[in-house]
């Protein structure tokens, strides 16, 4: 009976979990938690487009991970987990952790280019994201910014979820799904806005695709200090 219990355990610790992650262009991104082997060596393979493999990091002597080869200067393999530093655009792909051969997690970094997007406080602001949606359906549009959504759009009911912060500031073009066009129009920038802005597209294969990104940056509106009177008061007069 307990041996069951055990196989079924081992099994569900086996099984392999998958982890999709984003990593912003030059930054750094965390590819996993330390994986733990147990008795078995640990290795971490890169698996290209044409299926050719490249070691990224071994099990040395004393069973510790250890970046090889081209990693060597851009692995960091440490009690928080194995973190990919000054992350390029060939980065993108698949990581697969295997113990002793066995596939136990794979691993789908997405490297994003994030556009500059600037927008003055109390104004609106637009943050540009595409994706065909002719003959490929998306089932749902997703903004997310600091770990936390900022719209979540349905296409199948047009329901509409919005972030904590976000309610009645955020939208997509009315006709997001006839064009296209996912861009997330910001209206009355705050400065608590700033940040890096994610954009998901969920289409068929229930996998997040096409990411795009934004960093918006918010300017405070302030009154300069200048030597000659301003003119504002006057402004509405003419
Ligand atoms: C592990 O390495 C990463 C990336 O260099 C670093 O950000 C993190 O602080 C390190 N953690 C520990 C516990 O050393």
Known sequence: MSWIVLSI?????????????????TETAKLSSQVKCHEEAAT?????????????????VNGVLKPVGEYS????????????KDVNYNDNGHYEFLCSGTLVRIIRLEVLVISDISASEGNTVKLP?????????????QWETKGKPVIRVERSNQMVEYGER???????????DVLGDLSLILERAQLEDQGDYFCY???????????????????????ETSTTPSNTKDSCSE
Do not use: Y
């Not at 971490?44 to 040395?60: F, M, Q, W």
């Not at 960091?76 to 194995?82: C, K």
């Open 73 to 84: 200067s851009r692995l960091d393999i440490n009690s928080s987990g194995v973190f990919l």
């Open 166 to 176: 976000f309610k009645d500031r955020v939208s997509l073009s009315p006709d997001w």
């Open 129 to 141: 994201c595409f994706t065909v949606t002719l003959g490929e359906p998306v089932e749902s549009v």
């Open 201 to 223: 597209v969920l289409k068929g294969s229930q996998e997040r695709g096409d990411p795009a990104a934004g960093r918006l940056k918010v300017h405070q509106m302030h009154v």
């Open 9 to 25: 355990l081992v099994i569900f610790l086996f099984s392999f979990v998958r982890g999709d992650l984003t990593a912003a262009l």
């Open 44 to 60: 971490l393979i890169r698996v290209l487009r044409d299926s050719r493999t490249v070691p990224v990091a071994a099990a040395s």
